[in-house]
C-alpha cells in the first residue's frame, strides 16, 4: 500500500506509521476515558474488573460462559478470574455450576442478584459515557467509532 498523506501536508506516511498513530490514538482516548470513569467511581460496591465479569455475562444469551470462555472476553489471568468469581459466587453475584459437557470444566452464571447489582451499575456507567462519549462525538461518528472498533476486535480472532 502507498504512503498516504498527512493532513497539512509534511512527508507522507507508511502504512505501519498510520497503523501506529492510530493505535496509540485509540489508546490514549481509552486511557483518558478510563481515568475519568474511575475518578467517578460508578462501579461502586464493585470495582470495575468485577463490574466487567457481570456485563460479560449479562450480555450472553443465557447469562452464563464456561470459565475460560469468559477468560478470553476480561482481561485477567485465569488464576486471578477464579478467586474473583469465588468472591463473586460468595456475594451472591454469580453461580459456579459444573459443565454438563465437560466434568472437569466449569460454568459460571450470573444471579438475579447480579443481574440487578449489574444494571443498577451500568445505568450510572452508561451515563457517563453519554456524558464524556456522546457529547465528544455526534451520532454518524459514534456508529463509525463502533463499527471500526468492532471491526478490529473481530480481526483479532
Known amino acids: ?8 501536508g509534511g512527508r507522507p506516511r507508511s502504512t505501519t506509521e498510520l497503523a501506529a498513530d492510530a ?4 489508546f490514549r482516548a481509552q486511557v483518558a476515558l478510563m481515568r475519568r470513569f474511575e475518578s467517578a467511581d460508578a462501579w461502586d460496591p464493585l470495582g470495575r474488573r468485577e463490574y466487567d465479569v457481570l456485563f460479560t455475562l449479562s450480555r450472553r444469551p443465557d447469562a452464563r460462559a464456561r470459565l475460560h470462555e469468559l477468560n478470553r472476553e476480561i482481561l485477567l489471568t485465569q488464576p486471578s478470574l477464579s478467586r474473583m468469581v ?16 465437560d466434568r472437569r470444566g466449569t ?5 438475579e442478584q447480579g443481574r440487578a ?22 451520532r454518524e461518528e459514534l456508529a463509525e467509532l463502533e463499527r471500526l472498533t468492532t471491526k478490529l476486535r473481530l480481526a483479532q480472532q
Not at 469465588?86 to 459444573?98: H, S
Not at 460454568?107 to 444471579?111: C, D, P, Q, S, Y
Request: cysteine-free.
Open 117 to 138: 447489582m449489574q444494571r443498577s451499575i451500568g445505568r450510572r456507567h452508561a451515563a457517563q459515557i453519554r456524558r464524556h462519549v456522546g457529547t465528544a462525538l455526534d
Open 1 to 8: 500500500m502507498p504512503p498516504t498523506e498527512p493532513p497539512g
Open 86 to 101: 469465588e468472591r463473586l459466587e460468595q456475594a451472591g453475584l454469580l453461580d459456579r455450576l459444573p459443565d454438563p459437557h
Open 107 to 111: 460454568i459460571v452464571a450470573l444471579t
Open 23 to 26: 493505535w496509540e490514538a485509540l
